[in-house]
């Protein structure tokens, strides 16, 4: 049973580098995502996020390092893992000329197995707008439709690039409640942000990236704490002061 | 949660690709005209500026002198001859810009100018010679009867709508699945699609599909209005156009895959698609016949796909050629359809 053990863990990756040119864009990146937990990739734009999770999705080949998704290779597994893993990139349109409905049927057609149709539709509250043409949602709307192709094989894991921004308060935490359902049916989630508030009402462990590599790592409650005392008396740490701390430098400025 | 194995109410992933791209054209209203109204547009212009030779009457240049008058009298009295008013400074312009066929002078005898590399102008020449040498008392030996032959079928108009669908055809498989796929390239959807199980081949294959099902109302409409408008005649069977035009819309899917499967944006694409479609809007026989251009280019002219569509497409419909007729052609666009395919999924640029 040590195959059991090993799968444990949902994601590792150990050593990855990615370079284009002269940039680093990963720098001998490593982590572990445990099964069943929400895990954060939290940087400023241009610290790596994106181009790691879409190393950990297979959409891109590392120079260097080992990923290890569910317990399988992308070389040896892509096929299974492309059934069993739900993914959401930053700034994917989906095709606006056609409806919800058939864009999920199309997604849906893709799976061998996964919620029904009606049942995804349910998830992401978009029943309502099921006949309605994507061009014709709003911002949040179809981000929450993003999120139900990406769920639409009843994925075991839920990749995440930026998965709120741009949105509106009321829509975020729309879309926070989508992922707390998800979660709370067992999956696994890695998303990336740069919202710390969303860090910290969503994930049980954060990874703070910078220049390609993993800065700091914990819950955001014990990082907040390493800090020590709040700086300012008058409220409490976030991730905020964190990265702060760490970097000398604003998240969102960087 | 409703949960099911299987595809929970959507279909095979060939068919839901298929029907997203017939969607995505269909709610594409500027996809339509330019399918089905452009190809008829075009033929009802083509064939009012190219009407069957009885018909066309003869336009004189003849300057407005009082020297004229006499020559005016007699040819404006001829059935198909038209008299212009032409000033001496204007004849040469006249002529070039084929307002006139033919300029008279009123010397004795007088002087015809005309060019002699328009048929136009030489029949015009002919016309006019007849009239003038009639009305100054030639008597003829004798009088022919004439039978006017109108041939349906064997009128420019005829020659030009196999043209015209086939033009069509290369049109709108080249633009529609090149601006289609770069722009689901640039909007990312590709590389949302090849982050999901989706096969490749599938959504290739899909493009091509929904292709072949536009093409039976693309070729049939200019097709149609020919038959109804013009009374062109179908001399072969529908079942051979069916497969001439199955196999041309295979060869140009292909090719479309092909240069559709690298350019990052629409300036991109469509540069490509120019440099590809433009030797054959020229060289093809789309309006006048490829046999016009000179033997040495002939090899290459006959190995292009529009040629070989078109020369196929006017084999059945004013020929009546069968399948077996077309043989060749056919062959050589299966072959355009198959390599460019194949070539396509090897360099298709997904992210």
Same mark, same amino acid.
């Given at each position: 049973?040590?195959?059991?053990?090993?799968?444990?863990?949902?994601? /590792?990756?150990?050593?990855?580098?990615?370079?284009?040119?002269?940039?680093?864009?990963? *720098?001998?990146?490593?982590?572990?995502?445990?099964?069943?937990?929400?895990?954060?990739?939290?940087? +400023?734009?241009?610290?790596?996020?994106?181009?790691?999770?879409?190393?950990?999705?297979?959409?891109?080949?590392?120079?260097?390092?080992?990923?290890?998704?569910?317990?399988?290779?992308?070389?040896?597994?892509?096929?299974?893992?492309?059934?069993?893993?739900?993914?959401?990139?930053?700034?994917?349109?989906?095709?606006?000329?056609?409806?919800?409905?058939?864009?999920?049927?199309?997604?849906?057609?893709?799976?061998?197995?996964? +919620?029904?149709?009606?049942?995804?539709?349910?998830?992401?509250?978009?029943?309502?707008?099921?006949?309605?043409?994507?061009?014709?949602?709003?911002?949040?709307?179809?981000?929450?439709? /993003?999120?139900?192709?990406?769920?639409?094989?009843?994925?075991?894991?839920?990749?995440?690039?930026? +998965?709120?921004?741009?949105?509106?308060?009321? /829509?975020?935490?729309?879309?926070?409640?989508?992922?707390?359902?998800?979660?709370?049916?067992?999956?696994?989630?890695?998303?990336?942000?740069?919202?710390?508030?969303?860090?910290?009402?969503?994930? *049980?462990?954060?990874?703070?990236?910078? /220049?390609?590599?993993?800065?700091?790592?914990?819950?955001?409650?014990?990082?907040?704490?390493?800090?020590?005392?709040?700086?300012?008396?008058?409220?409490?740490?976030?991730?905020?002061?964190?990265?702060?701390?760490?970097?000398?430098?604003?998240?969102?400025?960087? | 949660?409703?949960?099911?194995?299987?595809?929970?109410?959507?279909?095979?992933?060939?068919?839901?690709?298929?029907?997203?791209?017939?969607?995505?054209?269909?709610?594409?209203?500027?996809?339509?005209?330019?399918?089905?109204?452009?190809?008829?547009?075009?033929?009802?212009?083509?064939?009012?500026?190219?009407?069957?030779?009885?018909?066309?009457?003869?336009?004189?240049? =003849?300057?407005?002198?009082?020297?004229?008058?006499?020559?005016?009298?007699? =040819?404006?009295?001829?059935?198909?001859?038209?008299?212009? %008013?032409?000033?001496?400074?204007?004849? =040469?312009?006249?002529?070039?810009?084929?307002?006139?066929?033919?300029?008279?002078?009123?010397? %004795?005898?007088?002087?015809?100018?005309? %060019?002699?590399?328009?048929?136009?102008?030489?029949?015009?020449?002919?016309?006019?010679?007849?009239?003038?040498?009639?009305? #100054?008392?030639?008597?003829?030996?004798?009088?022919?009867?004439?039978?006017?032959?109108?041939?349906?079928? &064997?009128?420019?108009?005829?020659?030009?709508?196999?043209?015209?669908?086939?033009?069509?055809?290369?049109?709108? #498989?080249?633009?529609?699945?090149?601006?289609?796929?770069?722009?689901?390239?640039?909007?990312?959807?590709?590389?949302?699609?090849?982050?999901?199980?989706?096969?490749?081949?599938?959504?290739?294959?899909? $493009?091509?599909?929904?292709?072949?099902?536009?093409?039976?109302?693309?070729?049939?409409?200019?097709?149609?209005?020919?038959?109804?408008?013009?009374?062109?005649?179908? $001399?072969?069977?529908?079942?051979?156009?069916?497969?001439?035009?199955?196999?041309?819309?295979?060869?140009?899917?292909?090719?479309?895959?092909?240069?559709?499967?690298?350019?990052?944006?629409?300036?991109?694409? #469509?540069?490509?698609?120019?440099?590809?479609?433009?030797?054959?809007?020229?060289?093809?026989?789309?309006?006048?016949?490829? &046999?016009?251009?000179?033997?040495?280019?002939?090899?290459?002219?006959?190995?292009?796909?529009?040629?070989?569509?078109? %020369?196929?497409?006017?084999?059945?419909?004013?020929?009546?050629?069968?399948?077996?007729?077309?043989?060749?052609?056919?062959?050589?666009?299966?072959?355009?359809?198959?390599?460019?395919?194949?070539?396509?999924?090897?360099?298709?640029?997904?992210?």
């Amino acid at each position: 049973m040590t195959e059991r053990i090993a799968t444990d863990l949902a994601v /590792s990756c150990e050593g990855l580098h990615k370079q284009y040119g002269d940039v680093v864009a990963v *720098d001998r990146l490593s982590l572990t995502v445990r099964r069943g937990e929400c895990f954060g990739l939290l940087g +400023p734009n241009g610290a790596g996020k994106t181009t790691t999770i879409e190393i950990l999705e297979g959409l891109l080949a590392p120079d260097a390092g080992d990923v290890s998704v569910l317990g399988l290779g992308w070389r040896t597994h892509e096929r299974e893992l492309r059934q069993r893993l739900g993914i959401q990139l930053q700034e994917t349109q989906l095709n606006e000329k056609l409806t919800v409905d058939e864009t999920l049927r199309l997604f849906r057609a893709f799976y061998h197995d996964g +919620p029904t149709v009606e049942a995804l539709l349910d998830m992401v509250e978009l029943g309502a707008k099921r006949g309605s043409w994507v061009g014709k949602l709003s911002g949040g709307q179809r981000q929450r439709l /993003s999120v139900a192709c990406a769920l639409a094989g009843g994925p075991d894991l839920l990749f995440l690039d930026e +998965p709120t921004t741009g949105l509106d308060p009321q /829509s975020r935490r729309q879309l926070w409640e989508v992922l707390r359902r998800f979660r709370a049916a067992g999956g696994t989630v890695l998303l990336t942000t740069h919202y710390m508030d969303e860090a910290e009402v969503l994930c *049980d462990r954060v990874a703070i990236v910078d /220049s390609g590599t993993v800065i700091a790592l914990g819950t955001p409650r014990d990082l907040i704490a390493s800090l020590g005392a709040p700086r300012v008396v008058t409220h409490h740490g976030t991730l905020e002061d964190v990265f702060m701390a760490l970097t000398g430098r604003h998240l969102r400025e960087a | 949660m409703k949960h099911s194995r299987g595809r929970g109410g959507a279909r095979h992933p060939l068919i839901e690709l298929t029907l997203a791209r017939l969607r995505e054209f269909i709610r594409e209203p500027e996809a339509l005209f330019w399918t089905f109204i452009f190809p008829i547009v075009l033929s009802m212009a083509l064939a009012s500026a190219f009407p069957g030779g009885a018909t066309s009457p003869v336009f004189v240049g =003849l300057a407005a002198s009082p020297a004229s008058a006499g020559l005016r009298q007699t =040819l404006a009295a001829v059935p198909g001859i038209i008299v212009r %008013d032409v000033e001496l400074d204007e004849e =040469l312009d006249a002529l070039r810009e084929g307002e006139v066929h033919l300029v008279v002078r009123p010397t %004795d005898p007088p002087t015809y100018r005309f %060019d002699p590399g328009r048929d136009g102008s030489r029949t015009a020449r002919l016309i006019v010679d007849d009239a003038l040498k009639r009305a #100054s008392g030639r008597a003829d030996p004798w009088t022919a009867r004439d039978q006017a032959v109108e041939i349906p079928g &064997s009128r420019y108009v005829d020659w030009l709508i196999p043209g015209i669908v086939g033009m069509n055809i290369m049109g709108t #498989s080249l633009w529609g699945l090149g601006f289609s796929i770069v722009q689901a390239r640039m909007r990312k959807i590709l590389k949302r699609l090849v982050a999901s199980p989706m096969r490749k081949w599938e959504y290739l294959m899909a $493009q091509i599909l929904a292709r072949m099902l536009f093409l039976a109302p693309e070729a049939a409409v200019p097709l149609l209005f020919g038959v109804l408008a013009f009374g062109m005649p179908i $001399q072969g069977s529908v079942a051979a156009i069916v497969v001439v035009t199955a196999a041309g819309g295979l060869a140009f899917s292909g090719l479309g895959l092909l240069v559709a499967s690298r350019p990052r944006t629409i300036e991109g694409i #469509s540069g490509v698609l120019n440099f590809v479609m433009l030797p054959m809007w020229i060289l093809s026989g789309i309006f006048f016949s490829a &046999s016009n251009f000179p033997d040495a280019l002939q090899p290459f002219i006959q190995a292009l796909p529009l040629t070989a569509l078109i %020369d196929a497409l006017r084999g059945v419909v004013l020929e009546g050629a069968t399948v077996a007729g077309v043989a060749g052609e056919l062959v050589l666009l299966a072959v355009w359809g198959v390599v460019p395919f194949a070539l396509a999924i090897r360099l298709f640029k997904w992210k």
